[in-house]
T-cell receptor, first 112, second 112 residues
């Protein structure tokens, strides 16, 4: 157990809908990152938050957005869902951006 | 895009044998991490090796890093059935806030 929890574990949405995924960071960690993992691929970096500010972003469109709260928990929001958004979404927390990242169990999103 | 490449893509060995996986990357790094993933679930952090380190051990794991060749290897000694999983290397890209860059992973199968 890493102490990073994600909810929900599975989710099915319809194309065009919006979704919010949640992550509770490991205690004491101030940095949270989100990753998308398509089937058979490695995780791809979406963005990173440090002390409630986005401080890094991967090659994902603006319809992927996020929040980090004062207690360092975080949300990933995806608008206008597309079929290709079907993937495992992973949240990772760390004490700083250059230390070990601890991952949650992920949310499996299916877009139909 | 994925910076790293793990090699081989798949590896099947007998229980008790040693397993070696390799990782190559393209840009300069601060550190390199290895993760394990069971059946599409969350990533489990195995080991972090910094760019100024050449070798690191943790239990049955041995990681080497050659920054001149931009490559790393993960050795699992005395493999067990429970080691069956996908293994990923991840680099930080030097910038920290750019998140981790993962390869496609090596799928390791330990035959009992």
């Amino acid at each position: 157990e890493t102490g990073v929890t994600q909810s929900p574990t599975h989710l099915i949405k319809t194309r065009g809908q919006q979704v919010t995924l949640r992550c509770s960071s490991q205690s004491g960690h101030n940095t949270v990152s989100w990753y998308q993992q398509a089937l058979g691929q490695g995780p791809q970096f979406i963005f990173q938050y440090y002390r409630e500010e986005e401080n890094g972003r991967g090659n994902f469109p603006p319809r992927f957005s996020g929040l980090q709260f004062p207690n360092y928990s975080s949300e990933l929001n995806v608008n206008a869902l597309e079929l290709d958004d079907s993937a495992l979404y992973l949240c990772a927390s760390s004490l700083a951006s250059l230390t070990e990242a601890f991952f949650g169990q992920g949310t499996r999103l299916t877009v139909v | 895009s994925q910076q790293g490449e793990e090699d081989p893509q798949a590896l099947s060995i007998q229980e008790g044998e040693n397993a070696t996986m390799n990782c190559s990357y393209k840009t300069s790094i601060n550190n390199l991490q290895w993760y394990r993933q069971n059946s599409g679930r969350g990533l489990v952090h195995l080991i972090l090796i910094r760019s100024n380190e050449r070798e690191k051990h943790s239990g049955r794991l041995r990681v080497t890093l050659d920054t001149s060749k931009k490559s790393s290897s993960l050795l699992i000694t005395a493999s067990r059935a429970a080691d069956t999983a996908s293994y990923f290397c991840a680099t930080d890209g030097g910038g920290g806030a750019d998140g981790l860059t993962f390869g496609k992973g090596t799928h390791l199968i330990i035959q009992p």
